[in-house]
């Protein structure tokens, strides 16, 4: 009798979050891929474990049952910002674009990614004995838009090593870094869950 009492709760409480998801209207959510404006190209796997990143802050568990955040499709997304480019007066900042693109699409947050800065080499130095210099350097820039605030946000991070080299020095760790920070700053994983909790 107990467990067919515990099933009936459990079944009413899904049943509830199912009817209360569908009454709801979803975050509608415009994330952009990342966009790679440095000197070097970092190799896929970097730039699929920086994605990955961008992928956990935006993530809402049990959305498909919750029904809490709608994902704009990405080609719906760079359809918005190349008409956003086209239709701009003159040279415009990106951040400048957030606020259009987020009008095309409807969309109650915007979030683009850039990597500004990947690099790393060697020098030698003469101060230390002719030893091997590794010079690293990530940057990372989360730029958007967030409707519910009517707010245009752009905040980025750095990180660099200049040092004989160790694991510390490899330039894709630096990113990840850069990139956590940045995600941070921008308080993108703050902007999804106070708009879900509300």
């Not at 519910?148 to 991070?157: I, Q, T």
Request: charged share 25%; hydrophobic share 45%.
């Amino acid at each position: 009798m107990r467990k067919i009492t515990l099933l009936f709760i459990l079944f009413f409480c899904i049943l509830s979050v199912q009817v209360f998801a569908a009454e709801r209207i979803p975050l509608r959510v415009a994330q952009f891929p990342l966009l790679v404006q440095s000197r070097m190209d970092p190799a896929q796997n970097v730039q699929d474990n920086l994605e990955k990143r961008i992928d956990r802050s935006l993530h809402v568990p049990l959305n498909s049952t919750l029904n809490a955040v709608f994902y704009i499709p990405e080609k719906e997304c760079l359809v918005a910002l190349e008409e956003a480019e086209q239709e701009a007066v003159g040279k415009r900042k990106l951040k400048e674009l957030m606020r259009p693109v987020a009008e095309k699409l409807q969309a109650d947050l915007v979030v683009l990614p850039v990597l500004t800065g990947y690099e790393q080499y060697e020098t030698m130095s003469w101060y230390r004995w002719g030893r091997h210099i590794t010079h690293s350097y990530a940057a990372v820039e989360i730029m958007g838009y967030d409707k519910a605030k009517d707010e245009v946000f752009s905040k980025g991070a750095t990180r660099q090593f200049h040092d004989e080299y160790s694991t510390q020095a490899d330039v894709s760790l630096l990113a990840y870094e850069a990139m956590d920070e940045a995600l941070q700053r921008a308080k993108i994983h703050e902007r999804i869950w106070t708009w879900r909790e509300r």
